[in-house]
């Protein structure tokens, strides 16, 4: 029997990291974007960037190693911080090794092209970490809606239908031909289920924290958006 | 917690387009759901999604290939599992290159799956948005667009209409290859093989993803039947809008309906308000065929619409020819001009190396000319610098001199280009000179013979142009003074030496002559007085020939008295010595002796005074008398030959003593003699003279050399030359002599 990869994201890690596929295809699907992100960040515009694509696999690598820093984990830290432990030191791995080969031709060598007024790569990797969350808050939302029935279903379309489409809820009333009170209880009960939704994902990336920890956590994330 | 703006905003990102990154276990494949996929096929991830699945890339275990899985999405499949077998079945059926082939399908599975090629590239969106202005590159764009109308008609040929055509769902590959995608939406029409439509469903904005919604399609490229959601009406001409629609954003930069929000598109479309589109495609500045095409296509009523795809590929397709065509044209007639002007460029370049070739040719015959006349300029210069020289040597009977001079200019003739006529000046000039030189020699000669001194002065006047033998006197002066004016007074003076010599008076012969000779004599001396100009001197002949001895005597007196030019007292001293033939020829050398007190000078007063005196008339102490006046004759003349032989040949006399030879006198005369050679190699008497010192020195061996080589030039010894050899037989004793 196969454990259940969605429990915890330790669990997500060691069945990757005892290689079960789906696990580690699962873990590359949803971190590939944030460690691309922060290393295509960190390497902008500088010679690094070429080795881009062996920095992220060496960061999977160094995720599954069980040697590795997850053997150096207990299981009770943050995932988010030790994702970017993982790469930050892959980054620099690569960093050094790129400066001792420049340096052995007798090359000066500059790894990064700073640019002005854009955010450094740990700002980079933060929002990229918080727009994984929400996007999967949304695609677990609508995992329940689909457990849950037609109902919350609609509640799917109508937050669809109000953050993308932009819709108004009146003019959703009218489109769905009831009352505007009735979209605003849906609304207020599809925006409650988004909320428990990132909680679930953040719980599901710190499974021994507190509530107050996760409300905490989610508080902080947000904040990246203003 | 933060405030609601930030949970607005979480939301809005969670829900975005391009749905969450990440699937949950339930979506991916798993071995209960699709035990095919897993047993063949490795998922290597997510490449997108459909209107009603997800796409990921798989590698096929078994083929050893990458291909794209498509799996319907959970919550469809239900629902939309008949659909997305159609979807299968017309990506399988339409076999085109603009389609991307479906290899198998796998209806059985819990959630069913088709593979497919797999393709990679950039969609036509990407690829549009890119640009920077919509005229970026948009021939490019319009080929890729008539691929698409193309893969269409081939679709309305068969049957089928897309329903959700726009950029984002045609993939342009690496090496230019052009697909449609997303055949989800796609119906059969005619309800043959494929089932009917599914229910409506509708886009997210731009986005890949479709969920159950009202209508199919994309708001912002949809034709109103679309909007309107009236499925049965919509067939080949909504998808001609849909590439009507994707023309405008060609030209355009946007599609034709434009608005902030899904509902805003929705009813733009649904009420078929193109006018905004219209407008944007009349001023994009594409060519009129397009316009139109665009018009056409994006009309609401689908009656005003092309009929299919097809119709529109041809369209495209005869405005890409017209364009190639066009190109074609251009290129021609750019080759054409090319050509035209490489010809011009050519005739221009041959006429330039013709005219620089002409240049370089009249450069290189004007500066060989100028060159030629430069160098001619500087000969004749020079030529004429020595035919002065040469005048000047004449001017002083300087003949040698002159002579050398003429014949270094005739040298110079021979040896470069000279002006013809200086040429024949020089040539003139040289004949003169010479005749003249060989008169002068004569009256060097002292011991010529009659005979030959008539026939020397005959040839020398002949080529001087005067014909002596065959003109009176008279005529023989007019011809002096009208030929040889500046010479008339020394031609006249050698007529004058000419006729002496005649009667013998210059020998010692001392005969009378005959009457012959003496109307010779007569002519010459009349001949003279026709040519001298000098009236003394004409008196003096025509005492002469009368013989008026009286009258000579006069002007001997006078001639002491009176000073007359060198010339008149030379004439006087002949004519003397004609009248005195038979007697002793004192006055005469009297005159010679007077005339040197007045001309000291004068080189035939002291040439004749070193004859005279050397003849011994006056006894031996005269030798020293010669050898003084044959030295001033050389220092006055030193380039002359005569001079230098007469000089040499009296200190050889003076030499040959009574009281026995003078090696001094000798060794002098032997230097003077060589000398005289030197001038002129064929001076008979300088020979002569240097074979007789060079005898009385003891050098009889060498001096017999020179006596043969004499008589090879010139037959027989002159007499004087003979007595000379004979001379040498009573060779004094050898020994010093003190000089006296």
Known sequence: MQKNLQETCWTLVHGAADGRADARALFAEVYLPIIRAYLAARWKGGPMLDRLDDAVQDTFLECFRGEGALGRLDGDGRFRTFLFAVVRNVARRHEERLVKDAGRRGEALSLAQPTSGAPGPSRVYDRAWLDTLLKRAAARQARWADEAGAEAQRRIELMRLRFVDGLPIREIAEQWDVPAAVVHREYRQARREFKRALREEVAFHQPDASSDQIEAECAQLLELLT | MSGDANWDEAMRRGFAEGAPPVESENELPSGDALPDVNRRYEILGVIGRGGVGLVYRARDKELGRELAVKVLHAELADGMAERFFEEAQIGAQLQHPGIVPVYDLEFGAARPYFTMKLVEGRTLLELLRERPDAGHDQLLFLRQFEKVCETIAYAHARGVVHRDLKPANVMVGAFGEVQTLDWGFAKVLGGEG????????????????????????????????????????????????????????????????????????????????????????????????????????????????????????????????????????????????????????????????????????????????????????????????????????????????????????????????????????????????????????????????????????????????????????????????????????????ALDDWASRLTGEETDARQQPDEKTLAQWRKLVSAANHADGNAWRRSLRTAAMDADRAELDRLATEIKTEPHPPESIVLLYHALRHAQLRERNGMAYSVLEDGFEHHPSDFWINFLLARDASRGRRGQSQGDVAVRHAGIAVALRPGNAEARAAFGIHLMRRARGRDGLDQEDLAQARRQLEKAIELDPTNVRARCGLAAALFWGGEKERAEEILDAVRADNNRLPAFYSRMMRATESTPRRGARKRR
Not at chain 2, 202 to 215: C, F, K, L, T
Not at chain 2, 232 to 246: K, P, Y
Not at chain 2, 350 to 369: C, E, I
Not at chain 2, 465 to 480: F, K, L, S, Y
């Open chain 2, 194 to 493: 494929i089932e009917k439509a599914p229910a409506t469903v509708r886009s997210q904005g731009d986005s890949h993803a479709s969920v159950v919604g009202r209508a199919i399609g994309t708001p912002a490229y949809m034709a109103s039947e679309q909007a309107l959601g009236d499925l049965e009406a919509l067939d080949a001409r909504t998808d001609v809008f849909c590439l009507g629609a994707i023309l405008c954003e060609i030209l355009t930069g946007e599609p034709p309906h434009r608005g902030d929000d899904s509902v805003t598109l929705l009813k733009k479309a649904a009420l078929g308000d193109l006018a905004d589109a219209h407008a944007r495609v009349d001023a994009c500045g594409a060519d009129r065929e397009l316009i139109d095409l665009a018009h056409r296509c994006l009309q609401m009523r689908k009656s005003d619409r092309p009929a299919d795809a097809g119709e529109v590929a041809g369209a495209v397709g005869d405005y890409l020819a017209s364009i190639e065509k066009r190109a074609r044209d251009a290129e021609l007639a750019a080759a054409e001009e090319r050509a035209r002007a490489a010809q011009e460029r050519k005739a221009k370049r041959l006429t330039l190396v013709l005219a620089a070739v002409a240049f370089v040719a009249v450069s290189v015959g004007l500066f060989t000319y100028w060159q030629r006349t430069e160098r001619l300029r500087e000969n004749d210069l020079e030529v004429e610098t020595l035919l002065r020289t040469a005048r000047g040597h004449a001017e002083r009977r300087d003949w040698g001199q002159a002579q050398a001079a003429l014949r270094q200019a005739s040298t110079r003739i021979e040896a470069s280009d000279v002006s013809p006529s200086i040429a024949g000046t020089v040539r003139a000039r040289s004949d003169t000179v010479d005749a003249l030189a060989r008169i002068y020699a004569i009256r060097y000669e002292d011991e010529i013979d009659p005979a030959a001194v008539d026939r020397v002065y005959a040839a020398a006047f002949q080529e001087l142009g005067i014909d002596v033998r065959a003109n009176d006197a008279a005529a023989i002066g007019a011809m002096i003074v009208q030929r040889h004016a500046s010479m008339r007074d020394e031609l006249a003076l």
